[in-house]
């Protein structure tokens, strides 16, 4: 070993010596600003902020990205020893929504598996879970029809959101494909991979799951069956990967929103998510969309579905930039009660 790569190991021990120096200093801050403030243990608003600071005094070679992530972990462990979250998800282990959860709150949580969106909503406004992380819409898909009907009906308020980039892969306990007679998927990753399982696995018979992991739970267990789901689905199932990135769409990603009990304060770059709904007659939504222009706010999502109330009513469900608080939209959202026949605000949250 020469004297320069010892000297350069030698560094390296002193810069993690630092590091652990200055992460438990950050520890016990957090601490103490938790047996301070009353308010909750997540703050999203400050979080975002925190990300957005190091994102722009990062000078490399480490990506931002991996920047976030580090930091990620470092403020759920901080986080977990103020109080320890519990997160509800759509499961069971090994779904995108996990590692939605992961992405988001980082591994210092307890995540609470449930097997349908509806028992997410329940656990968190039961208070068995903190939150819950739902998905809202895919790019290639749409909209999750049932997290939409739900967030019409539950007391809870959006509190964050994240956007996770969806990777299919075929799994098995091998790698022949021509011994593949059956795949098991979720229904909507199945629509994600038409054109790669038309070219590959013509002959194939499809077969849905109530989820990705599901579909590897069933595939683990039959030789001649293979699932389509994420990477992590294999490695808590013991399957093979077969193929990667089989989803027609290389930029398939899902939008998942995090709900809550509290309401997010300002972080400077935020969105805003709510339902609305107008007298069905002519010129009635041009008149309910009036104010954003009027007061120069930019939407971002407008989508229709049934209002369930009466026949051929429909809810707008519209996504805004900014926060309810900002003058603007405060401005927008008033006129808006006097224009709707219905108005619900989701929430504001910092904008993925």
């Known amino acids: 070993m020469t004297e320069q790569l010892i000297q350069l190991r030698n560094e390296i021990d002193a810069i993690d010596d630092e590091l652990l120096r200055l992460i438990n200093k950050r520890a016990q801050l957090a601490q103490q600003i938790g047996h301070r403030k009353s308010s909750a243990v997540y703050r999203p608003e400050r979080e975002s902020q925190i990300f957005a600071r190091l994102q722009q005094a990062n000078t490399g070679p480490l990506k931002n990205e991996h920047i976030t992530h580090l930091f990620t972990e470092i403020i759920s462990l901080c986080r977990a020893l103020e109080e320890p979250l519990a997160v509800a998800y759509l499961g069971p282990q090994g779904t995108f929504s996990q590692e939605a959860v992961i992405k988001q709150f980082g591994h210092a949580v307890t995540a609470i598996p449930c097997s349908t969106i509806d028992a997410i909503f329940r656990k968190v ?95 683990a267990s039959d030789s001649n069956a293979a699932a389509i789901a994420g990477r992590k689905a294999a ?24 709900v809550g009990q509290q309401d ?10 709510l339902a609305m709904a107008t007298h069905n007659q002519p010129g009635a939504v041009h008149k309910l969309l009036a104010p954003f222009a009027q007061y120069q706010v930019s939407m971002t999502r407008l989508e229709s579905r049934p209002s369930r109330a009466t026949l051929w009513e429909y809810v707008f469900f519209t996504d805004i930039e900014g926060h309810q ?11 808006l009660r006097d224009n709707a026949t219905f108005l619900k605000v989701f929430g504001s949250y910092p904008a993925a």
């Open 125 to 219: 406004e039961s208070g068995a879970a903190s939150y819950g992380v739902v998905p809202v819409e895919n790019s290639t898909e749409g909209a999750v029809g049932r997290t939409m009907d739900l967030l019409l009906q539950t007391p809870l308020k959006v509190c964050g959101e994240l956007q996770l980039p969806i990777h299919q892969c075929l799994m098995a306990q091998h790698t022949n494909l021509a011994a593949i007679h059956k795949i098991y998927s979720h229904s909507q990753s199945f629509a994600q991979c038409q054109m790669w399982l038309n070219e590959n696995l013509t002959t194939a018979i499809r077969i849905n799951a109530a989820s990705n992991a599901d579909a590897a739970r069933q595939a």
């Open 235 to 258: 490695e808590i199932f013991g399957l093979e990967i077969c193929a990667t990135n089989i989803e027609d769409n290389p930029n398939n990603a899902t939008r998942f929103l995090v």
């Open 264 to 273: 997010v304060a300002p972080s400077g770059r935020d969105k805003t998510s």
């Open 325 to 335: 608080e900002d003058k603007n939209v405060a401005k927008a959202l008033q006129a």
